[in-house]
């Protein structure tokens, strides 16, 4: 399929595209940046303004709800000898002096570029505020959301990734970065001096700047370690349903199935998105033992079965947290086919954690193929539906709110 002449026109259709689990072929129709109809395929050629997407496998824009830009492509500044979760902390925090404003731009935009490219739209990213790096990032962050508002929605949690309670000034920081227009408070209590406290402290500050909350929650291989009732009881009793998401959650693929199963349905019942970062949980995890390494990630389908909306992000990118940069949602979500022992034919809804059930889990609208939906679109290198998660194909093209903003030929 060749790419339009005019790239960045508005398109007028989409004809011939295969869409669905079932693999409908349809023609798109467009107008302002949103689908007015679908019909079934007529086969006439293309007229002017048309893209013929000639039998591939078209999706919705894809969604990365979980990633860190501003510490990408660090493994240079590194000890190249970092073992575990609180060794990658530790050496990250000792070069943040290094992260200045032209620095977290230019690798930032190297992750934002490579994910567009791949046809993500939708992107929650974690700005950190701490005192040893300031508003560094917070304020590249909120460029960048200008920047690049045209090819992706960019939506930025303020993170205090060392803890919100350490030191004073971070509590302070985390106010000032959602004064200057943050979109989300991000916490962190594993790393915290007290998980429970912080916890409150998220809840109360996300309350009071009337925002959602995005909580790393429960990284850990030992399932007494977790603080997933306290989320859920507060979730539900502060009213903050489908304003909570928490990333991880690796202590609950950790538990006995009849206490993760307990725990999902309250989950469930207050209306919590989860996040699993399948890249990161599975280098991480697992630590500490010399055979049948544990794989790390929470209950994906189990969570995905009781109604729990789930998202498959990529997380980090060449860091000490993940050394490899895969930038690519549909990669997630072939590896989670992989890391739970998935039947093939559950495809369709790790592919819609990249998608529409990703958007869920971050407190939005699923969006859609569908007549009044936003035209954010995605043409896979396919014609079998069952490979966009199964091959994780190459993208051809993307479409951002009817408008052709990105062509590719090979993978992210
Ligand atoms: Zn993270």
Redesign the pocket.
């Known amino acids: 399929m060749p790419a339009p002449s005019d790239p960045g026109r508005p398109l007028a259709a989409i004809t011939n595209a295969l869409v669905g689990p079932d693999g409908r072929l349809v023609d798109i129709a467009l107008r302002d940046g949103v689908i007015t109809a679908i019909r079934d395929a007529g086969g006439e050629a293309p007229e002017d303004g048309q893209l013929d997407a000639g039998g591939l496998v078209v999706l919705p824009g894809l969604v990365d709800a979980?990633v860190?830009l501003d510490k990408a492509h660090i493994l240079d500044r590194l000890p190249g000898d970092i073992d575990g979760l609180p060794a990658a902390i530790q050496a990250t925090s000792a070069i943040k002096d290094t992260f200045t404003a032209d620095d977290v731009t230019a690798r930032s935009e190297r992750v934002l570029g490579a994910l567009v490219r791949r046809g993500v739209t939708t992107v929650r990213a974690?700005a950190e505020v701490e005192p040893g790096a300031g508003l560094v990032s917070v304020e590249t962050h909120l460029a960048l959301r200008e920047r690049w508002a045209d090819v992706v929605d960019l939506e930025i949690v303020a993170f205090a990734q060392e803890g919100i309670l350490r030191d004073r000034r971070t509590g302070e920081l985390m106010d000032e970065a959602m004064r200057l227009g943050c979109d989300v408070v991000g916490i962190c209590p594993y790393a915290d001096v007290d998980g429970h406290a912080a916890i409150e402290d998220g809840f109360a500050r996300a309350a009071r700047w009337s925002v959602p909350l995005d909580v790393?929650l429960d990284f850990s291989d030992d399932p007494r370690v977790h603080l997933t009732d306290d989320v859920a009881h507060l979730t539900a009793a502060l009213g903050f349903q489908g304003r909570v998401a928490l990333?991880h959650m690796t202590s609950l693929g950790a538990m006995a199935p009849a206490d993760a199963q307990r725990r999902i349905e309250a989950l469930a019942a207050a209306e919590v998105g989860v996040l699993a970062?399948p890249a990161t949980d599975l280098y991480l995890s697992g630590r500490g033992v010399d055979r049948a390494w544990p794989r790390g990630l929470t209950r994906v389908l189990e969570l995905i079965d009781a109604g729990v909306p789930v998202a498959l992000a990529t997380?980090?990118h060449g860091n000490g947290f993940t050394p490899t940069t895969t930038p690519d949602p549909l990669r997630m979500a072939w590896l989670t086919m992989l890391m739970t022992h998935a039947p093939a034919g559950r495809w369709p809804d790790l592919a819609d954690a990249v998608t529409g059930m990703a958007r869920r889990a971050l407190g939005r609208p699923p969006g859609g193929i569908a007549p009044g939906k936003t035209a954010d679109l995605v043409v896979l290198d396919t014609q079998i539906p069952s490979d966009a998660v199964l091959a994780a194909p190459a993208t051809i093209g993307v479409v951002r709110r009817g408008r052709w903003t990105a062509y590719s030929t090979g993978t992210a």
Do not use: E, T, V
């Open positions: 979980h860190h974690h790393h990333g970062l997380n980090n």
